[in-house]
């Protein structure tokens, strides 16, 4: 089976590189950066400004290949990839949930970005805490490594190299 994602706009950000780049949103409050939307699908953004967050869908687009088995950014141990969200996937889809700052011309003003510049934009997703807000929740192997998030940045261990296991 063959699926195709048609993008509907392109992520701006200032990191042009993976290096030193932060790796979750809450980790780059200041990160501002912006996202364009084609012509052709900024109807779509009706009612939008609406909404504080907004949850990004995105083609991790200079990732090549994927391992199943990955040492995430936050820890020194292998885990299996869907427990982590390393860009190195069977499916390079990304998630971002970050503050939508507003909207002008097809151009949403954002922040707390972390994603690399020029990174094609899949879907756009309101933010709604009741949809997203869960009792009990677990967090597996990050338990172990609470704290670290706002100290961590991006490095070389998933650059463009192409693998597959």
């Given at each position: 089976?063959?699926?195709?994602?048609?993008?509907?706009?392109?992520?701006?950000?200032?990191?042009?590189?993976?290096?030193?780049?932060?790796?979750?949103?809450?980790?780059?409050?200041?990160?501002?950066?912006?996202?364009?939307?084609?012509?052709?699908?900024?109807?779509?953004?009706?009612?939008?400004?609406?909404?504080?967050?907004?949850?990004?869908?995105?083609?991790?687009?200079?990732?090549?290949?994927?391992?199943?088995?990955?040492?995430?950014?936050?820890?020194?141990?292998?885990?299996?990839?869907?427990?982590?969200?390393?860009?190195?996937?069977?499916?390079?889809?990304?998630?971002?949930?970050?503050?939508?700052?507003?909207?002008?011309?097809?151009r949403l003003q954002i922040e707390q970005i972390d994603v690399l510049d020029g990174t094609p934009l899949?879907?756009?997703?309101?933010?709604?805490?009741?949809?997203?807000?869960?009792?009990?929740?677990k967090t597996g192997w990050l338990e172990e490594v609470k704290g670290r998030l706002a100290t961590t940045?991006?490095?070389?261990?998933?650059?463009?190299?192409?693998?597959?296991?």
């Amino acid at each position: 089976m063959t699926i195709q994602y048609e993008p509907i706009g392109v992520i701006h950000t200032p990191f042009s590189d993976l290096q030193g780049m932060p790796i979750q949103p809450t980790a780059a409050a200041a990160a501002q950066g912006t996202v364009e939307i084609f012509p052709q699908f900024q109807a779509g953004l009706k009612d939008l400004e609406g909404f504080s967050h907004i949850i990004l869908l995105y083609h991790f687009h200079k990732s090549q290949g994927y391992r199943l088995q990955v040492v995430p950014y936050l820890d020194t141990r292998e885990h299996g990839v869907f427990a982590t969200r390393a860009p190195k996937r069977p499916n390079q889809i990304g998630l971002s949930i970050v503050r939508l700052l507003g909207i002008e011309q097809g151009r949403l003003q954002i922040e707390q970005i972390d994603v690399l510049d020029g990174t094609p934009l899949l879907d756009i997703k309101p933010f709604v805490p009741d949809f997203q807000s869960f009792k009990d929740v677990k967090t597996g192997w990050l338990e172990e490594v609470k704290g670290r998030l706002a100290t961590t940045t991006s490095d070389s261990r998933f650059t463009y190299l192409k693998y597959k296991d």
